[in-house]
T-cell receptor, first 115, second 114 residues
Framework: AQKITQTQPGMFVQEKEAVTLDCTYDTSDPSYGLFWYKQPSSGEMIFLIYQGSYDQQNATEGRYSLNFQKARKSANLVISASQLGDSAMYFCAMREPNRDDKIIFGKGTRLHILP | DAGVIQSPRHEVTEMGQEVTLRCKPI?????LFWYRQTMMRGLELLIYFNNNVPIDDSGMPEDRFSAKMPNASFSTLKIQPSEPRDSAVYFC????????????FGSGTRLTVV
């Protein structure tokens, strides 16, 4: 079974609109961490935001926020006021520290911001 | 901080040749990870080290692949002999052991085996 599921292979969004990228995860461990990474066309992997399973509030980093719905095992990334530079591949990932130290990545969502 | 440094950035080699990819992690990070990225399979974890010791190599595709970390500041991933299906981008990443700390990735090595 997949640990991380990103159901949107690609999305097109108009510039300045908000974007929600979906991510669901599967774990039976109460302690875990969720991550989002951005991979622009240049290829590097850029860490965006982190959410811990025990965190009471949704994580935010500038225009990025994580809509964490624990009961639904959902960790959607929200990008407010999208910009052309947000066009990239976005990966959701999870770490289960009680299990091992690996971060498991989803298949990614390719986001295209339209001018 | 120079970040995670990988070399070379691009490698083109003929089938059957040995390929060595190199990685210098961020100083002080005690974890090092090797990932492979392809269109078909996405990001696959190949192997990771903790304090220079290999912890999990279950992702290494076959015996043609080997990885070493002789010290805290250097790791290699070797493919011998290389095959066209090994063509991919290979990323190295390093991290602290800290729950909320993500990996820092290198720029990757794009390997093409012809």
């Amino acid at each position: 079974a997949q640990k991380i599921t990103q159901t949107q292979p690609g999305m097109f969004v108009q510039e300045k609109e908000a974007v929600t990228l979906d991510c669901t995860y599967d774990t039976s461990d109460p302690s875990y961490g969720l991550f989002w990474y951005k991979q622009p066309s240049s290829g590097e992997m850029i860490f965006l935001i982190y959410q811990g399973s025990y965190d009471q509030q949704n994580a935010t980093e500038g225009r990025y926020s994580l809509n964490f719905q624990k009961a639904r095992k959902s960790a959607n990334l929200v990008i407010s006021a999208s910009q052309l530079g947000d066009s990239a591949m976005y990966f959701c990932a999870m770490r289960e520290p009680n299990r091992d130290d690996k971060i498991i990545f989803g298949k990614g969502t390719r986001l295209h911001i339209l001018p | 901080d120079a970040g995670v440094i990988q070399s070379p950035r691009h490698e083109v080699t003929e089938m059957g040749q040995e390929v060595t990819l190199r990685c210098k992690p961020i100083s002080g990070h005690d974890y090092l990870f090797w990932y492979r990225q392809t269109m078909m399979r996405g990001l696959e974890l190949l192997i990771y080290f903790n304090n220079n010791v290999p912890i999990d190599d279950s992702g290494m595709p076959e015996d043609r692949f080997s990885a070493k970390m002789p010290n805290a500041s250097f790791s290699t991933l070797k493919i011998q002999p290389s095959e066209p299906r090994d063509s991919a981008v290979y990323f190295c990443a390093s991290s602290f052991f800290k729950e909320n700390y993500g990996y820092t990735f290198g720029s990757g090595t794009r390997l093409t085996v012809v």
